[in-house]
């Protein structure tokens, strides 16, 4: 029994260690401070507002609460084991041990939040993808990696919403921005920047050939106020269209779609799915800012490797990850050289063993 114990007790170190590293503390105190806020009259006065401080408040509670639980448990493990540590009652010893083993399996699942302690890690997400090399099977592609992206958010219970969509002329997208709100969007999906690309017999082929077919995808943190970033006014050129997307009445007749280029760079935003020309340009503020927090950082830590990737030109030789339909079925990370037969599960959303694959070679 005393050899049980002193593995319990190594488990218990091992979870206040990652309670550290993970400033679980500091997680309740944010819950206190949202909980007071939630508790005034006027709280729901802001609904737009009211709604994230809601959202962050449940995901905060949720990891919390599972680690708090945890704790515990092992905690009372230990102490039920101490107390019967001089008692040859091998049912007792075998009920410990099994218990144990669960606990162990529940922190090591747990233990994956540590490769999520990035900066930005716990901020919400820009996600943006582009068409590529393929014509009008690389707007259908990427149209799929829209629909793929959508279902993985939904299963983590995360809020989508799109922001600018520039539809393909025959089918598909030529380009999609959409705004992922949940705590760790970004964290996971940045393992999702770069080439994407697509094998398959063409649907939109007559003579059924197989067709290869690229897209880019662009994964950004949403970023408040940073001080690397510092946007002069004079450094911007602002366009005005009318929207072609969804958003009230008058959407189609009133100049509220906007275009910002950043003309030092040469960086290129848009949005037209808010009612207004102000949320237009707020939201298309917000993603410029983290392209540019983005580019600054890729400058200054080139050697990093958990920006490989964020911020890089359509060079189609370096993909990503390949998904191949046709003459057989796989999906294959470049990267981790991680592979799985299921390509229908896959597109349908189930991407995180990709992921999870991904950032534990960046802690390598």
Not at 206 to 213: C, G, V
Not at 303 to 327: D, H, I, M, T
């Amino acid at each position: 029994m005393r050899e049980l114990i002193d593995t319990l007790v190594d488990l218990q170190e091992k979870i206040a260690r990652t309670w550290s590293i993970l400033k679980l503390d500091q997680t309740g105190e944010k819950l206190k401070i949202l909980e007071m806020a939630m508790s005034r009259s006027d709280f729901w006065n802001d609904p737009d507002l009211a709604k994230k401080k809601s959202q962050e408040h449940d995901e905060l509670k949720k990891d919390l609460d599972r680690w708090s639980h945890i704790a515990q448990e092992v905690r009372d493990l230990i102490e039920l084991a101490a107390a019967a540590d001089h008692e040859e009652d091998r049912s007792l010893k075998s009920e410990i041990t099994k218990r144990f083993e669960e606990l162990n399996s529940q922190f090591q699942t747990l233990e994956f939040y540590i490769m999520l302690s990035g900066k930005y890690d716990e901020s919400p997400a820009i996600v943006a993808i582009h068409a590529g090399t393929g014509g009008v099977d690389a707007q259908d592609w990427a149209s799929m990696l829209l629909r793929m992206y959508v279902r993985f958010c939904e299963r983590q219970g995360w809020v989508v919403k799109i922001v600018d969509k520039s539809m393909g002329n025959e089918a598909g997208i030529k380009s999609v921005t959409m705004e992922v709100a949940g705590r760790y969007a970004y964290g996971y999906l940045k393992a999702e920047a770069g080439v994407h690309r697509l094998v398959r017999i063409s649907p939109f082929d007559a003579e059924k050939m197989r067709h290869t077919s690229f897209a880019l995808v662009e994964v950004l943190p949403v970023l408040e106020e940073v001080s690397e970033v510092q946007i002069d006014d004079k450094d911007l050129r602002i366009d005005t269209s009318t929207s072609s997307g969804h958003g009230g009445q008058s959407v189609n007749t009133t100049y509220s779609a906007i275009r910002i280029v950043h003309i030092p760079t040469g960086i290129t935003v848009s949005c037209q799915n808010e009612r207004s020309q102000q949320q237009n340009k707020e939201t298309a503020m917000k993603i410029l800012k983290g392209k540019l927090h983005l580019r600054y950082l890729a400058e200054q830590q080139k050697e990093k490797r958990e920006l490989r990737g964020a911020y890089q030109e359509a060079a189609w030789g370096n993909q990503v990850r390949s998904y191949v339909l046709q003459p057989y079925k796989m999906v294959k990370d470049h990267r981790t050289k991680h592979e799985v037969q299921d390509v229908d599960g896959v597109l349908d959303g189930s991407i995180m063993e990709f992921i999870e694959s991904y950032l534990r070679t960046l802690k390598k």
